[in-house]
């Protein structure tokens, strides 16, 4: 009897292939999670919506660069740039809470003013004043930013307009986060399955700054944001247009398919 190899009829995803040479992974696991990552934004129609993803695999500041959506080496593509003594191992990159900060290179004036998302998968649970991620210009009264848990409190927001945090009680940092709108006037925000809250939230125009989202601080007016560096740990990281709540049900599974593929899931 004839014994058919079903990986004969396997083909990993273009896009996936573009990624794995431009990062130089070869090992067969991680492919496997990146390409099963990829189709599966694709089948949900949420590859469209991003300009970048941050998988943050291979374990070094080599393969932890790349974007995936877009894997070429340079500030046009969103290709990070780590500041500092950061930590890069098989479950992420782990910042040391003192000088360490990513610049990502995209301009927060990229994603539309009222279709956005970011999002943000954070392995560890530490305290004191940390932001995880995000922009803002002082002058043009310009936010976006993500707290994981900053004084017992999952804050946000996106695109938004003055000091009007979208805040939620939260005891534990880790868990996959996400910020998103597709309104003018309402924000939405969910770590891991939970809707932890939508919350009345305008948003304003950068005017004619262009500063990039940080992740492990915040870009506030061109620069780190003293004191507030992050000694988290993160596995995930994407920035890209807004999502129904479907969209981000769908976009929990498969990062959290992604993640338990790597064996590295809160």
């Known amino acids: 009897m004839m014994i058919i190899n079903p990986y004969i009829f396997f083909s990993f995803d273009t896009d996936a292939l573009a990624f794995f040479s431009a990062a130089g992974i070869t090992d067969n696991t991680q492919k496997l999670a990146v390409d099963k990552l990829v189709k599966d934004l694709k089948s ?29 080496d340079s500030d046009a593509a969103y290709r990070l740039i780590f500041n500092g003594a950061w930590v890069h191992s098989s479950t992420g990159i782990l910042g040391n809470g003192t000088s360490t900060y ?3 290179k995209l301009g927060f004036h990229i ?3 009222n279709n956005a998302h970011v999002s943000l998968y954070c392995r560890t649970d530490t305290t004191g004043n940390i932001i995880d991620m995000g922009a803002q210009s002082s002058s043009a009264n ?23 945090n979208a805040s939620s009680l939260n005891s534990d940092a880790k868990g996959f986060y996400q910020v998103y709108r597709t309104t003018s006037n309402q924000l939405n925000t969910r ?23 940080y992740i492990g601080n915040v870009n506030y007016d061109g620069s780190p944001y003293p004191g507030y560096y992050s000694n988290r740990e993160y596995s995930f990281a994407s920035f890209g247009e807004g999502f129904s709540d479907s969209d981000s049900t769908n976009f929990y599974n498969s990062v959290q398919t992604f993640q338990t593929s790597l064996s590295r899931q809160i």
């Open 44 to 72: 949900y129609g949420l590859w469209t919506k991003m300009y970048a993803i941050y998988p943050f695999v291979g374990g070094s500041a080599t393969t932890h660069k790349f974007n995936l959506k877009n894997p070429v």
């Open 102 to 104: 990513v610049d990502t």
């Open 111 to 113: 994603l539309p003013q």
């Open 142 to 164: 310009f936010h976006t930013f993500i707290d994981c848990k900053l004084s017992g409190s999952f804050i946000a927001r996106l695109n938004t307009s003055g000091l009007n």
């Open 191 to 213: 770590r891991n399955l939970a809707t932890v809250g939508t919350f009345s939230n305008t948003t304003t125009t950068p005017g004619a700054f262009t500063y990039s989202y």
